[in-house]
């Protein structure tokens, strides 16, 4: 019997986070890598907006802006429309450390799909958002 493609696609994204994490233990962060690429391009994210992007529970996402925020890389700024919420904001310490969190990324994509040709990764990243469509749908 085949594993089940929800089983693989969670055993290959742990396994390549362990890699991110492996190559950015120098940084005073730990898994949250990802949620800081959310903030920098939203503009003022909320964190029920962060939560909805990254498909996880607003509890999560306090704890990842609690870690991030006590680490020096988010800002929670007050939302001028509405005082009870609140706008994400990466700091300088954030902006320094982007560029090499994108370029690990990179690199770490480069690696797992070493023996892929580019029409192949291309084929597999559209078959990925095809099952994610899929899944969004139902």
């Known amino acids: 019997m085949k594993e089940p493609i929800g089983r693989k696609m969670d055993k290959i994204g742990k396994m390549y986070q362990l890699m991110l994490q492996k190559d950015l233990t120098h940084l005073d962060i730990d898994r949250s890598f990802y949620p800081l690429l959310l903030i920098e391009g939203g503009n003022g994210?909320?964190?029920?907006?962060?939560?909805?992007?990254?498909f996880c529970d607003k509890v999560q996402v306090v704890r990842i802006?609690?870690?991030?925020?006590?680490?020096?890389?988010?800002?929670?700024?007050?939302?001028?429309?509405?005082?009870r919420k609140y706008e994400l904001s990466i700091t300088e310490k954030a902006r320094k450390v982007i560029p090499e969190i994108k370029n690990t990324i990179e690199n770490t994509t480069k690696i797992a799909c070493d023996d892929l040709?580019?029409?192949q990764v291309n084929e597999l990243y559209n078959m990925l958002?095809?099952?994610?469509?899929?899944?969004?749908?139902?």
């Open 129 to 138: 958002v095809t099952i994610e469509k899929n899944l969004l749908s139902k």
């Open 45 to 54: 994210i909320t964190q029920q907006e962060l939560a909805d992007k990254l």
């Open 117 to 119: 040709t580019d029409s």
């Open 65 to 83: 802006v609690d870690y991030l925020s006590s680490n020096g890389y988010v800002e929670r700024l007050p939302n001028k429309v509405d005082k």
